[in-house]
């Protein structure tokens, strides 16, 4: 382990009070106005505020337990007497808004950004693992039967999502006392998004009712002709093309488009260019709502509302369209004081894939640590707080923001000081915030 590294968690371990005024370094207000507690065994009381955190941490009555949220653990017995407090969850498919709220303030608000990256990663894993079975597996009968799913079984990246919202509601819950849970739900009707005229026997009805599949559908609704030279190719020969990725847009006829052969070859050849011809909007956000709104609510066994109520609500308080807005408007928030907001962003734990090709020979795997640091570490950087989302041997790092912005390329990494070590979710002030 790196001398800086050791140096940054013995600052904050053995200097606490350092700890807390860190977090004014920056250009930005990062004034922490919440300072999280707990009781001597570890279970969440009422916050206070950082002025009484600093008393009860000079007098040696309280210790440091997390630093982003500022939370501490008192070292001796308190009552458990606590105020009402209620959880807002605005439940997302990309986005997440959680907003806990008492009587007099909001306690603790946060939005969550969840990962978009696991239907590639799968995919891609898909294709490699069938390039090298082709490659190195002779055929055989099956010996067992092993394809069977479980009846509750949920795609991977459905199954991630409906984890991530219980997973968030509990992580709160180990910072505050919370009494109630009220969890946003929402129920689409695609069909009537896509046609606002469709209505009884029209569901049953749809663009491609007596065609044996969808690659036929395709085709007539394009008239057997090339959509992008209109038969000037004079090949007869016809493929139904992507227009979007099939592992990320699907076989949607949305995402299809009849193209010749000559055309085809010469588009994947980067030869032409399609005209003007995007995908539709895609309803997978929609879908995944639809799917798992009352399973999210089974889990936490929590209150629900609908999208049109917070929508009115936030309207009436006059408060712009952000999750962290929807999820205070959730938990009953009105004129309640409002808290520091925090951003948090899902991270994949470990790339596990050992070359950089199927046929590269390259190795993908890389140090743990480099110069004492690992990916996703916190770290101080010219008075600022970033990520280390790059590493280099030579010792410099890519530092960056949760929100994407770049603060260094290449950062010296004596001028890095650890703050916090790597985790699967990242959590950081939120830029702007009061």
């Known amino acids: 382990m790196g001398k800086n590294r050791v140096r940054g968690l013995k600052t904050l371990l053995n200097n606490p009070d350092e700890a807390l005024t ?10 922490v106005p919440v300072v999280y507690v707990l009781n001597l065994r570890g279970q969440p009381v009422m916050p206070t505020t950082p002025r009484k955190a600093r008393v009860l941490l000079s007098r040696g009555k309280a210790k440091v337990k997390k630093r ?20 807002g969850v605005d439940s997302g498919y990309k986005n997440v808004g959680l907003s806990a709220v008492s009587e007099k303030k909001e306690l603790y608000c946060t939005e969550v950004e969840l990962r978009t990256d696991i239907i590639d990663l799968l995919s891609e894993r898909k294709h490699y693992r069938r ?37 968030l509601v ?28 469709i209505q009884g026997e029209q569901y049953q009805e749809g663009p491609q009712k007596d065609f044996y599949n969808i690659r036929e559908y395709v085709l007539y609704r394009d008239n057997h002709c090339c959509q992008h030279c209109k038969g000037k190719s004079k090949d007869k020969v016809l493929n139904v093309h992507h227009l979007e990725s099939r592992k990320t847009g699907g076989n949607r006829p949305e995402n299809l488009i009849t193209l010749c052969k000559y055309c085809h070859d010469l588009y994947h050849a980067g030869n032409i260019k399609l ?14 709502m639809s799917m798992i709104k009352w399973k999210i609510v089974e889990l936490l066994n929590c209150g629900s509302c609908y999208g049109y109520e917070t929508k009115y609500k936030r309207s009436q308080l006059l408060l712009p369209k ?28 470990q790339n596990r894939k050992l070359f950089k090709g199927p046929h590269s020979g390259v190795k993908n795997t890389a140090p743990r640590f480099v ?47 650890l703050l916090e070590s790597a985790r699967t979710w990242l959590t950081s002030f939120s830029k702007g915030s009061s």
């Not at 099956?142 to 459905?158: E, M």
């Open 371 to 417: 110069l004492g640091f690992q990916r996703y570490d916190k770290v101080l950087y010219q008075g600022q707080e970033c990520f280390v989302f790059g590493r280099r041997v030579r010792g410099t790092f890519n530092l960056r923001l949760l929100t994407g912005e770049t603060i260094h390329t290449d950062a010296k990494v004596i001028e890095c000081r």
């Open 68 to 87: 982003t949220p500022f939370t501490i653990q008192l070292l001796y017995p308190t009552g458990e007497a606590s105020q009402l407090i209620t959880l």
């Open 170 to 197: 509990e992580k709160v819950k180990k910072l505050l006392p919370i009494t109630n849970v009220i969890i946003e739900v929402a129920t689409f009707n695609i069909q009537k998004i896509q046609n606002p005229e």
């Open 275 to 288: 005209k003007q011809h995007k995908p539709d909007k895609s309803f997978r956000a929609e879908t995944f």
């Open 131 to 167: 390039t090298r079975r082709g490659r190195k597996t002779w055929y055989r009968q099956p010996r067992f039967l092993n394809r069977s799913k479980p009846k509750s079984w949920l795609a991977p990246s459905v199954q991630h999502r409906l984890d991530s919202h219980v997973m």
């Open 22 to 31: 860190e977090q004014k370094c920056s250009g930005q207000d990062l004034r």
């Open 322 to 349: 952000t999750h962290g807005n929807d999820a205070f408007v959730i938990a009953g928030g009105e004129q309640q004081t409002r808290s520091q907001q925090y951003n948090i962003k899902k991270v994949r734990k």
